[in-house]
């Protein structure tokens, strides 16, 4: 093989290796507590893998502060004022900029 097939024949391998290695996004996260009381915190984690951006969401009682937020960052806590059943929805996107594939995990935690 001559130099110049010799280089390309790498560059093309190369190129395949790195698309074939490019792993999905898989949402995962992490509460430090799936039941707590009013005015006592919750630290929510992610353990998504493949992750770059993410998109947290929480859906409560219909005059919980928390359902008109949103948080973008990897890790938060929050101290909830109303009790009652709520359900976290995180968000994993392979790209900065909620850009990318896109993994979605739910969980559901009370407050007392």
Known sequence: MTGKKYSITIV????????????????CMELSTTSTSVGTP??????????????????GPVDAPENEMGWSDPYFSNTFTVS????????AYSNFSFLGERSTIEQ?????
């Open 12 to 27: 093309f391998a190369l190129a395949l290796f790195l698309v074939g290695c490019k792993k999905p996004t898989e949402a």
């Open 42 to 59: 919750i630290e929510f984690t992610s353990c998504s893998e493949n992750a770059l951006s993410y998109e947290w969401f929480i859906e």
């Open 84 to 91: 009652g059943s709520y359900v976290i929805t995180l968000h």
């Open 108 to 112: 559901s935690f009370s407050v007392n």
